[in-house]
Nanobody, 123 residues
Framework: QVQLVESGGGSVQAGGSLRLSCVGS????????LAWFRQAAGKEREGVAR???????SYEDSVKGRFTISRDNAKNTLYLHMNSLKPEDTAMYYC?????????????????WGPGTRVTVSS
C-alpha cells in the first residue's frame, strides 16, 4: 500500500517562506516521479513542480524562481521550498507519485496522493 503524508503547511505573510515535506512509504521510492500540486478555493487542482528519478525538475510558470522541489531518497521524502510567497499561492498543497516515465504535471498521470497540507499567505 503506497502512502504519502504531507506536512509543513501554515500561515505566513506575503514575502515569507515555507518548506513542505512529503514522506512516502510502501513503494520503491527511487523509481517514482514525484510532484506537488495545489488547489485553491473554487479552482481546479494545478501542477506546481515535479522531479523525476534522475533529479530532473520542472515548474509551473508562476512559481519559477521562487519554489524549489527536491527529494531525499534515503529518507523517502519529497520537499517543496517556497520563497517570496504571494497571496495567490494560498491553497491546499498535495504531493503525488507515479511510475509513469513521462513525468509531467498532468493530474491524471499520478496514481498516489497525500491528503494535503494547507498554505495560507496573507497580504
Amino acid at each position: 500500500q503506497v502512502q504519502l503524508v504531507e506536512s509543513g503547511g501554515g500561515s505566513v505573510q506575503a514575502g515569507g517562506s515555507l518548506r513542505l515535506s512529503c514522506v512516502g512509504s510502501g513503494y520503491p521510492y527511487t523509481t517514482y516521479c514525484l510532484a506537488w500540486f495545489r488547489q485553491a478555493a473554487g479552482k481546479e487542482r494545478e501542477g506546481v513542480a515535479r522531479i523525476d528519478s534522475t533529479g530532473s525538475t520542472s515548474y509551473e510558470d508562476s512559481v519559477k524562481g521562487r519554489f524549489t522541489i527536491s527529494r531525499d531518497n534515503a529518507k523517502n521524502t519529497l520537499y517543496l521550498h517556497m520563497n517570496s510567497l504571494k497571496p495567490e499561492d494560498t491553497a491546499m498543497y498535495y504531493c503525488a507519485a507515479t511510475w509513469s516515465r513521462r513525468c509531467v504535471l498532468v493530474e491524471a498521470d499520478f496514481d498516489y496522493w497525500g491528503p494535503g497540507t494547507r498554505v495560507t499567505v496573507s497580504s
